[in-house]
């Protein structure tokens, strides 16, 4: 392990120990990340040579070096105490003077961590944000739905009538086996779940790139808000008029609806508690700079498949 400056010898012990403690403690550390002691030494082991590599780099790109790479100050906290506290804020989107407060470093510190953290988890997780190479059957498995979040009304939000507040909007596409296949990139909440489908183009089958074809056939399973994209829609009610009887839906109809819902149903909880939104960073209204917010869903995202992908014991 470098050496690490910035704090004396007592504190990083006592911190070391505070660290290990917590590791000790699966529930509590799961509470705090969203994973296992287990998963979270994995994921160290990926991250933290792809960060000392970032780092090598930057360090030999300065051409004023006045000393040999290497010297100087060095960072207060380890790879695995800053990816805990990266993780900490997604679960719990507490202020950065706090999160100072509690990793003992000030917190105006704590933006030149996470710049240097996010990009290296997008590298780690590498969820696609417009095409993958699926054959016809895949794709007509995969489930399409777009997500809103509010937040400050500023450039790069937009006023959704349906959250009657200004938002931020991204269309995901989950596999049958709640996996985020893929992520658009996000746009205000003003565009609407159509227009957002339309301009992403997110997919293409292997059969269509040897025919060099643009698209790939429609996901099937879609909400109403993608009427007119293709794919397979839930029945609706048909418009009446005041004064006329409701037209009911039929037994084939309703047994049409509680089969679609019944597979549908995985996006919602990709969407839900249990899934993304269990980080509050993305359930509550975001306040962070706008162009971070898609690196950040897409770390999520990417969370999310790494928690599939590495079952707890």
């Known amino acids: 392990m ?15 120990k505070k660290f290990d403690k917590l590791l000790q403690s699966p529930k509590t550390f799961h509470n705090l990340t969203g994973l296992t002691p287990t998963q979270f030494q994995q994921l160290v082991a990926q991250v933290e040579p792809l960060f000392w590599q970032d780092d090598a780099r930057l360090r030999a790109k300065r051409s004023n070096r006045k000393r040999k790479t290497g010297a100087g100050r060095q960072f207060e906290l380890t790879v695995a105490e800053m990816l805990f506290m990266l993780l900490l804020y ?34 780690v997780f590498k969820t696609p944000e417009r095409r993958m190479e699926l054959n016809e059957e895949a794709v007509w498995e995969l489930i399409v739905d777009a997500t809103e979040q509010k937040a400050y009304r500023r450039k790069g939000t937009g006023y959704s009538g349906k959250k009657k507040d200004y938002t931020l909007k991204t269309q995901f596409i989950v596999s049958r086996d709640r996996r985020v296949m893929s992520i658009s990139k996000t746009v205000p909440g003003q565009c609407s779940d159509k227009k957002l489908y339309d301009q992403t183009h997110a997919y293409v ?28 829609l839930p029945h609706k009610h048909k418009p009446h008029k005041k004064g006329t009887d409701k037209i009911h839906f039929t037994k ?62």
């Open 205 to 232: 089958t292997q059969e269509n790139i040897t025919r060099h074809q643009k698209d790939g056939p429609p996901p099937r399973l879609k909400d109403l808000g993608y009427v007119g994209t293709g794919g397979l």
């Open 252 to 313: 084939e109809e309703k047994a049409w609806n509680q089969l679609f819902s019944s597979n549908r149903i995985v996006v919602e909880h990709v969407f839900s508690f249990s899934g993304i939104k269990k980080f509050q960073i993305l359930r509550s209204t975001y306040r962070n700079p706008i162009h971070r917010y898609h690196v950040t869903i897409k770390n999520i995202a990417g969370l999310h498949n790494f928690v599939l992908d590495n079952p707890s014991g």
């Open 90 to 123: 997604y679960r719990t989107y507490i202020t950065h003077v706090f999160l100072g407060f509690l990793m003992d470093i000030e917190g105006s510190n704590i933006w030149s961590y996470f710049k240097r953290l996010e990009p290296i988890l997008t590298r």
């Open 2 to 16: 470098r050496k690490q400056w910035g704090r004396t010898e007592a504190k990083r012990r006592n911190n070391n």
